[in-house]
């Protein structure tokens, strides 16, 4: 059967790579989570003090982002592919709020943004792939078969990433991982380059009241679609 790209989009914690990895899976298709690309860059930053408390040493990221190599490694154990940088894995360290906290002002570099899409593109050059991000449907893969908007209130989104850090061992306040939430939607959808918004094309689920089972039912059932019209 011929292969599609499937491009899910929408806000932080909507339960986009819950979803992309089922979806995945299903289908035998590649997994790609492109926030992970741009938490890895944020860490590179932190890691050579690009980022200070109060101060972003903007212009030497840039000339440094040369060194920067991101790769996925599939991990058997856990059904997904995890993050590496320069060869080392950091799937852990860029899951911490700290890192949440940066990353939406990394992700507004344009230079970040061209060699990060550059290397998105090539992953998909073959089809077969489900990728989540922000701009995914609009920018990285335009002519994607099937585009999904995944939405849900800010408060549902933040309680899903507070049990997700608190069972990590996290000491955060549910206030904290709300307003994380709230200032990074505010950047990601009002930045000048690529800002987050639905494709024209794109099917909006809103999972504020859905199971994963209900949601991921009525997705396989679009799929289905999909791949019925480009057989
Ligand atoms: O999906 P996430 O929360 O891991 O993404 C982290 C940040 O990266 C998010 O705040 C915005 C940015 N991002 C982006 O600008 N474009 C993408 N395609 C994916 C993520």
């Known amino acids: 059967m011929k292969q599609i790209t499937i491009a899910i989009d929408g806000f932080s ?11 995945a899976k299903h289908l035998g298709y590649i997994y790609v989570d492109s926030g992970a690309m741009y938490r890895a860059v944020t860490w590179f930053a932190m890691q050579h003090h690009f980022i200070e408390k109060d101060h972003f040493h903007i212009q030497d990221l840039i000339s440094n982002l040369h060194k920067i190599t991101i790769s996925f490694k599939f991990n058997p154990e856990l059904g997904f592919a995890e993050v590496y940088l320069n060869g080392k894995n950091i799937e852990q360290q ?6 949440s906290s940066f990353v939406s002002q990394i992700a507004e570099i344009s230079e970040v943004r061209e060699l990060l899409v550059k290397q998105q593109q090539k992953m998909g050059e073959c089809k077969g792939i489900v990728m989540d991000g922000r701009d995914i449907g609009t920018v990285v893969f335009p002519n994607a078969e099937l585009k999904l908007f995944m939405t849900a209130s800010a408060e549902t989104r933040a309680k899903r ?7 990590r061992g996290d000491n955060v306040s549910f206030k ?28 909006e689920i809103d999972n504020s009241n859905m199971s994963l089972e209900q949601q991921f039912n009525k997705i396989r059932q679009l799929v289905e679609t999909k791949l019925q019209e480009n057989h």
């Open 13 to 23: 914690s909507t339960g986009k790579s819950t979803v992309a990895k089922q979806l």
């Open 94 to 99: 860029i899951r911490t709020l700290e890192v």
């Open 161 to 167: 990433r507070y049990n997700e850090l608190i069972e």
């Open 176 to 203: 904290e991982v709300l307003h994380n939430v709230q200032s990074r939607d505010y950047i990601d959808s009002h930045r000048e380059d690529s800002p987050l918004t639905k494709a024209n094309d794109a099917i």
